[in-house]
């Protein structure tokens, strides 16, 4: 009889050879300099994501078109992408000071430039992480275009069906009123293998203000170059830019960045006090210690969380303004990013403060005692090793090193769970890497006790650092999830972060042996559950509270220590 659960071991096994086989590929495709998705040389790439079958693209391996994933690619994509046969991947080449006007996806902050009606640029600043990213969900894309193209070609000549006349003739109109955009939603649904209950329920989640019809746009666009592909052998191809493939790993985007930290803190005296890092958001700490004075009329009639709900409602630009105007007037800097690294960064001195945070003795400190907070906004990836190994090594200036007085470095982010719902924070005792033995255990000053009683599910264990969320799958979460390992969630930078701290405290001397660090993550998405993966939505308000509990509970910690 066969043991099951060796067979769940099996296809867990089946599932990370796949990763690797696609890691391993990507990188040599990037060394060549550029591929075919849907030819030969896209062959391991396209096999290896069908035999992961990741839970954020569901039905990939289905004949019919996976709707959800490819709302959640499109909106991590540029906008046109689906038209293009030519996607050029590059390093920052100045494009910005061109004609060309950057396209910023809605999901994730990188510049791209539609160079002409077949080509698109997408700059890459932010390290391997985001060619992986890109590469493995413009698969996703070219894999669910060729099921289209299945479905709508009758014969060898090339002849369609008559609902891929139909979407055809409705997407050359300048406008369709509902009758029309029915009727071709219908047509829509039979090319899609899916009912016309789910078109229209996924439909007005594509529109843009200046294009109602998107959805169908995009469908028809993906059949087209992907029946091109196969009746003339047009393929679509990736290329990588010579700079991009020279520049790739060398922290140039990151060198600049820390740079323009150091120098920040060194001009206004800043270096010798106690530094606190912070990777979070651009909005907890500033709303959690300004708001009080900012908000003071609107608190007294609602509680905190309310008020940090309505702060996080991108319509409440009024209530946001209040609270930027207090903070900039009260020792708040903000460091826009113009390295190319799209982290930007706020610098607190907390000096110029009326009052601590949760600490009544703060007011009485000496100038020299009081923290300086560096919150950076979140990095991607291997990003974070490269930005955090900048920023912790000493200033150069006139050829003497100018080291940071670093005395914490707090990470707080979102993360996948596998125990528990949207909301739910996990505290980390180690971070792993995954696909190796890598493992990087430390002291976390946060702890599961610190955060409990607040109406909030909190676990502790290991995370894993995952080379990428969009490949995970159920069996390989299920292997760590039942594993010794105790693994409680999944994210992308812990293990890169860990690695750079603890270089420059334990080997290379940069900062103190001592320095204090903080993790804590809360959770967007639980992939082990249906309906509940990163595909189907965002956090909405659920995100609000452990976000502030977390920011408080470090903030607390800082101005008590």
Known sequence: MINLKQ??????????????RMYITMRHLFNRGFYKPMGVSGETLRESLLTLRPEIYGTIADEKVELDGLLYVIDRLPKGIEECRFINLTSDEGYANSHFKP???????????????????????????????ILTHLTFLFVESHKIMR???????????????????????????????EIALTHTSNILGRTFKEVTTLYPKFILPENEERFLHIIYWLGKLAMDETINNNKRIVTFSPVLRERLGHHIHGEIWADGIKKHLLENNLMHRPIHIISA?????MNTIFSPEALANELEKKGAMEIYEN?????????????????????????????GTNIDVQVFDTAKLKQGFRNPDFVGKIEDEKPV????????????????????KPYNIEENEIHMNVASISIMGKAGILYGGKGDIMIPSAHLFEGTADNYPFVNELKKSDLEGNGIKVVDGSMITVLGTSLQNKDILKFFQESTWNVVGLEMEGVHYQKAIQAASKLR???????????????SDNPLETGSTLA????????????YLITEKILEQIFNS
């Open 7 to 20: 067979l769940g071991r099996t296809r867990a096994q089946e599932s990370t050879h796949a990763i690797e």
């Open 103 to 133: 396209i910023v996806p809605p999901k994730r902050r990188r510049n791209c430039y539609r160079i002409d009606e077949e080509q698109m640029n997408i700059e890459i600043t932010r390290g391997r992480s985001e060619i992986y990213d």
């Open 151 to 181: 479905r709508v070609i009758i014969d060898e000549e090339g002849n369609v069906t008559r609902d891929w006349k139909k979407l055809e003739a409705a997407v050359q109109k300048p406008q369709l009123d509902q009758i029309e955009r």
């Open 281 to 285: 958001n651009m909005h907890s700490v």
């Open 311 to 339: 702060l996080s409602d991108s319509g409440n630009g009024q209530l946001r303004s209040k609270v930027m105007k207090v903070a900039l007037e009260n020792g708040m800097k903000f460091l826009e990013d113009t390295s």
């Open 373 to 392: 907070l560096v919150v950076m906004d979140y990095a991607f990836g291997e990003q974070a090793y490269e930005t955090m190994d900048e920023l912790l």
């Open 509 to 523: 001397g940069s900062i103190s042996e001592d320095v204090k660090v903080r993790y804590a993550y809360y959770a």
């Open 536 to 547: 189907s939505g965002g956090l909405g308000t659920t995100g609000v509270k452990p976000t």
